[in-house]
């Protein structure tokens, strides 16, 4: 397979689309594809991990670290980019099987030929490390300058989010020592150059306003390149509390070695989950990119970090934690890496607190997560998540407020979990009241209507955000009663399996008390069922509003890039939705829906769904393989696995930029591959494939961890019929 993404041009317009795909990264940071000469105007960001910031009244989003990438060349005084007319070849070479972004350029002058070498890696080990390169050659005698060091003006959305910074050169490195606006936090960047003995230069130490870099004065011939190698750390006082220290002990530290480790690293996570398709090579490298971009986002370093809904690819929708972790991602980490999904869990638990103080806030009991998950379970979701492309005004938007189904997604993660790896530890640390008091708050949510007998659920946001406020969101409610039957179930194994801890956590958090509620109400949540036609209503009243296509809704913009939903958007009073809703909800209870109820209701909603989130199309692929038909699913799947590579998702809603990786969608096509197209379900005593394969494909192998055992699953297709060969592998 290629393994290899090139770039060859570097354009104003492009550079948005060419950072996010050329993004290398490690959990810890990650760091935008932008060339070396580039400045904040082309979007550089390494983003951190966990760590946020707010200005003023702007909205709270994760730190940026300043950029220890900056170089510049002169050649007398005329800079050299990748813009310059006399680039003669130019090349940015993402190798994403070790996540190590190479770029090579060429300027032909009057004074000879001119190359450039970089290599930038994230260290996939020890997290808090960058590796850089720079290789400077010409094929005459010439003089040239490179300035090269550490520029703390970057890209931010909201910022600056540093209220000062400390430029100096230390223990032999060059340091940037950050002071973020919060007075607490501080970022240090440290940076230590060695230059081949055979470079021929003379070096000076420049300090500006924003950055301290070296200027090398280089003499090159033919023979005599100029040659730096670069040990480069990253460190925040969340870290260390003296972070500038420990910073260069870090940096001092990197070893020849680091790089045989990171590449070794690289292998064995490739082990865990490298897919190969036969007969169809763009699907087969769509699919490894994306689980590429899923392994650099992924929190290898913590116990409780989660991925943003944008992962590490810069500050868009405030680097928060959406339900795309659990309901799109998860299943991917679950079913590969397992202890990744554990830290993915392990920060909802250690969020519960948040959630619970949201809930209160609102005047609900139990947990209601964060829509835009930060720190601590912060809600980072602003009352106004849209602006209006007329007025330039914030428009209300209640996702915060009626996005319900989001601790539904929280008490799935944890089910899905403990059914999948029957590791207990997770309900014993945490996610049994988590659990419990998610279903707590749906229970809370539910009003009687008079002379009725069951309870219904008022003034929700389905996964579809175009409708807001609706009543009875059949994703929510069945959601809401799937949440209230788990907490009862999972109650009861505990109890039986582990009844001194289950005492245990009795004693603190009373849930027999709270059992008794939840059994009291869970058979009376009313559920919509399908009508005469098999099609079951997205919410109260939603068949009754006016049927029209995405095309017809689009042909009503006044502006390209005005708002379709909340109060007067153009889907607003229309059947037409943004995302996949009441297919989300036939995806996830695919136990309960019949496949031809699954596909009437793909053939109703599909042609009236926009796709204007990344994280529909994935959900119509998946559906289709429950009807078995693997070549409608086949396009959605496509969609979804080449969303980074190919471009083209939504970049505003209204006039806030939306851009940026989307790990949803790449944790979507691994579920579509694996729980779609190769049919991959959890039995008693092994996981069960029922493979169902777009026709052209030969065969298809991926790899799944089974209860600790890595197993290599091959499924041949021949003639329409299916071999399947496992074998066990270290
Ligand atoms: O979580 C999603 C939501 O469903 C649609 N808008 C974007 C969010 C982040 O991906």
Redesign the pocket.
């Known amino acids: 397979m290629n393994w290899e993404i090139i770039v060859n041009s570097d354009y104003k317009d492009t550079v948005a689309e060419t950072g996010n795909k050329l993004l290398i990264g490690n959990g810890y940071l990650g760091v935008r594809g932008t060339l070396d000469e580039h400045e904040k105007e082309e979007l550089v960001a390494i983003t951190l991990a966990g760590i946020y910031d707010k200005v003023g009244n702007g909205w709270r989003e994760p730190l940026n670290a300043p950029n220890p990438f900056w170089s510049k060349i002169h050649l007398d005084d005329q800079l050299l980019t990748a813009r310059s007319e006399n680039v003669i070849f130019h090349e940015q070479n993402l190798q994403f099987r070790y996540g190590i972004l190479i770029r090579e350029t060429v300027w032909k002058t009057e004074k000879g030929n001119i190359t450039l070498k970089t290599e930038r890696y994230a260290d996939i080990n020890a997290v808090n490390k960058l590796h850089y390169r720079i290789s400077l050659s010409s094929d005459q005698v010439m003089h040239l300058r490179l300035s090269t060091g550490i520029n703390s003006d970057v890209w931010d959305i909201h910022g600056p989010h540093y209220k000062g910074v400390r430029l100096i050169e230390k223990d032999s490195c060059l340091a940037c020592e950050a002071l973020v606006q919060n007075d607490i936090d501080r970022v240090a960047v440290v940076r230590e150059d060695t230059i081949a003995e055979s470079s021929i230069y003379e070096k000076r130490l420049v300090t500006d306003e924003s950055k301290i870099f070296n200027c090398y004065e280089i003499e090159l011939n033919p023979h005599q390149s100029f040659e730096l190698t670069s040990e480069i750390a990253i460190v925040t006082t969340k870290d260390h509390s003296d972070a500038l220290n420990k910073a260069i002990q870090v940096c001092q530290s990197s070893s020849s070695s680091d790089k045989t480790n990171h590449l070794s690293k690289w292998d064995k996570i490739w082990n865990t989950c490298e897919v190969e398709i036969g007969g169809d090579e763009m699907a087969e490298m769509g699919m490894n990119y994306s689980l590429y971009q899923l392994n650099i986002a992924a929190p290898r370093h913590s116990k409780s970090l989660s991925i943003p ?1 944008r992962a590490l690819s810069g500050q868009v ?1 405030k680097g928060a934690i ?3 972790t659990e309901m799109f991602m998860l299943d991917y980490f679950l079913w590969t890496q397992p202890e990744i999904a554990k830290t993915l869990i392990g920060y909802r638990i250690d969020t519960l607190s948040g959630a619970l103080e949201k809930a209160s806030q609102y005047g609900y009991e139990g947990a209601f997560y964060a829509w835009e998950s930060q720190e601590g379970g912060f809600d980072a979701c602003s009352d106004y998540n849209v602006t209006d492309v007329f007025t330039n005004r914030p428009v209300r938007t209640y996702f915060k407020d009626k996005q319900m189904h989001i601790s539904s997604a929280i008490a799935r993660g944890i089910d899905y979990y403990v059914q999948v790896t029957d590791d207990f530890s997770v309900l014993l640390e945490g996610g049994l009241i988590t659990v419990i008091e998610c279903a707590m708050f749906y229970r809370s949510l539910l009003l009687k209507p008079l002379l009725k007998d069951h309870f219904v659920i008022n003034d929700v946001i389905g ?1 579809d ?1 175009y409708h807001e406020r609706v009543n009875n969101n059949a994703y929510t409610n069945y959601m809401a009663h799937y949440t209230i039957k788990c907490a009862i179930e999972q109650a009861k194994a505990v109890m039986t399996l582990y009844p001194e801890a289950y005492l245990a956590i009795d004693k603190v958090n009373d849930i027999s008390e709270k059992l008794k509620k939840l059994e009291a109400v869970v058979d009376k949540i009313y559920l919509p069922k399908p009508n005469e036609f098999g099609l079951l209503e997205q919410f109260d009243g939603y068949f009754t509003l006016e049927d029209i296509t995405p095309d017809i809704a689009k042909s009503r913009l006044k502006h390209p890039k005005e708002y379709w939903g909340g109060g007067n958007g153009v889907a607003s009073d229309t059947q037409v939705i ?2 996949a809703d009441v297919l989300t909800l036939m995806e996830v209870r695919s136990d309960i829906f019949s496949p031809d109820v699954i596909e009437k209701n793909w053939h109703y909603y599909e042609p009236r769904t926009e796709h204007g ?3 529909s199309a994935c959900m119509y692929a998946l559906t289709a393989c429950r009807f078995n038909r693997p070549d409608l699913s086949y396009p959605f799947f496509l969609k979804s696995a080449l969303s980074d590579l190919k471009g083209g998702g939504k970049q505003w809603a209204g006039l806030v930029y939306i851009g940026g990786t989307h790990p ?1 969608a790449s944790g979507g096509a691994w579920k579509s591959l694996i729980q779609g197209f190769a049919g991959l379900e959890l039995s008693e005593n092994e996981p069960l494939l029922s493979p169902n394969l777009p026709e052209h494909w030969q065969y298809l192998v991926f790899r799944i961890n089974y209860k600790g055992k890595l197993i290599k699953i091959r499924i041949n297709s021949v003639k329409g019929s299916y071999h399947i060969l496992r074998e066990e592998i270290k």
């Open positions: 809904a929708y959406f339900w795309d996964p955000e943004k995302q989130s990344s994280l949803a």
